[in-house]
């Protein structure tokens, strides 16, 4: 069993175009044995987001501090801590961090 | 996409053997057409706990809110807020609210 704090896990800086001010932790990937599906803590500073972007795999996101807007290429709808997204395949979507503290969330990807 | 709050889903009891004073959401599943993974919220009572049990699937495991210990069939260990847990298949686990208010943890499975 892996038990860490994930405050114990390396905080990286994904680098991607579209990206701003956000770090992210690897809480659990394939190199902890996990084969079918990885949990990462996205960190994201006031004013910073995720691209806006669209992909072949689903996101299940949990907002666990902050506040902050989804946007996909039409509209835009906030949220806040405890809030729970399902994004399936395909779906344009762009996380903004729209408080004044740091966004964190938890995203989860299927592996294959 | 969807995007709801958390307590907006629905608090169900589950029937098992070996559990008391939990309660589960289930945040994201295949009923949303996630096909890979699901999300679950448990909320477990103060001296609540889940079975103390094995299975051939894994759990990814996030501790939102609360204190408490994970035991298997020699040892226990006490966690807290923001901790994280990987229980790789066939480990025996059991977790325990040893604190004084819910205990709220994400536990995440894998479809297959």
């Not at 405050?7 to 394939?30: A, C, F, N």
């Not at 902890?32 to 006031?46: S, T």
């Not at 299940?60 to 989804?70: A, D, M, P, Q, S």
Request: charged fraction near 30%; include cysteine.
């Amino acid at each position: 069993m892996k038990h860490v704090h994930h405050t114990e896990v390396k905080l990286e800086e994904p680098k991607e175009q579209g990206i701003k001010d956000v770090k992210v932790r690897w809480l659990i990937s394939d190199k902890d044995g996990a084969k079918n599906f990885a949990m990462r803590l996205f960190e994201i500073q006031p004013n910073g987001h995720t691209p806006l972007h669209q992909h072949d795999w689903e996101h299940e996101v949990f907002i666990l501090e902050g506040n902050g807007k989804t946007k996909n290429k039409k509209d835009e709808k906030n949220f806040k801590q405890g809030d729970v997204f399902f994004i399936p395949p395909m779906e344009w979507h762009q996380f903004v961090n729209t408080g004044e503290k740091t966004l964190k969330l938890l995203c989860l990807i299927p592996y294959r």
